[in-house]
T-cell receptor, first 112, second 116 residues
């Protein structure tokens, strides 16, 4: 089976930095994606890692360690609009390479 | 244009009705997906079409029937649904490749389905 874990909820203050962790145990690995989803809306792509290390995109960074089955999303200079759910998704390595499994999501609340 | 469109936005149907959800993309993507998402839960993969052929069916009940008429369109036909099928149904698309950041999925806004 596939298992992806994330903290259920996190709270942080505007202007601060927050790190959202994701651990995974999956049958095959072909990349890890982070998505942001506001309530009632579709997920939007934030970041992608397939090799170990850090990927930086503006206020968002994502890190991957394949040997540890671990990733994190780092959000800097938090803004109120960053209050949302953050989903970690693993693309499995199969014949088609298009099978994605999502983690449970982390609901982030940014307080003034 | 990185847009995936879905119609209708909202749908209320009885358990004996037949309805269809529609999804469209014009990004030249060759993989298209249907997901089901319940409140406060992550999306669950239902079906994947790759080059207009069904490549993944995650043991979805036969009352859900997908169809991919061409590379831009994806339908989900609904028949004899149950109240527990009420959820947000998301369509997504991605380039079909050997793997890379360009294979990220772009999601449509979803259809909120209520089964009475």
């Amino acid at each position: 089976g596939q298992n992806i874990d994330q903290p259920t909820e996190m709270t942080a203050t505007e202007g601060a930095i927050v790190q959202i962790n994701c651990t995974y145990q999956t049958s095959g690995f072909n990349g890890l994606f982070w998505y942001q989803q506001h309530a009632g809306e579709a997920p939007t792509f934030l970041s992608y890692n397939v090799l170990d290390g850090l990927e930086e995109k503006g206020r968002f960074s994502s890190f991957l360690s394949r040997s540890k089955g671990y990733s994190y999303l780092l959000l800097k200079e938090l803004q109120m609009k960053d209050s949302a759910s953050y989903l970690c998704a693993v693309r499995l390595r199969d014949n088609y390479g298009q099978n994605f499994v999502f983690g449970p999501g982390t609901r982030l609340s940014v307080l003034p | 244009d990185t847009e995936v469109t879905q119609t209708p936005k909202h749908l209320v149907m009885g358990m004996t009705n037949k309805k269809s959800l529609k999804c469209e993309q014009h990004m030249g993507h060759r993989a298209m997906y249907w997901y089901k998402q319940k409140a406060k839960k992550p999306p669950e993969l239902m079906f994947v079409y790759s080059y207009e052929k069904l490549s993944i069916n995650e043991s979805v009940p036969s009352r859900f029937s997908p169809e991919c008429p061409n590379s831009s369109l994806l339908n989900l036909h609904l028949h004899a649904l149950q109240p527990e099928d009420s959820a947000l149904y998301l369509c997504a698309s991605s380039q079909f490749g050997s793997g890379g950041s360009t294979d990220t999925q772009y999601f449509g806004p979803g259809t909120r389905l209520t089964v009475l």
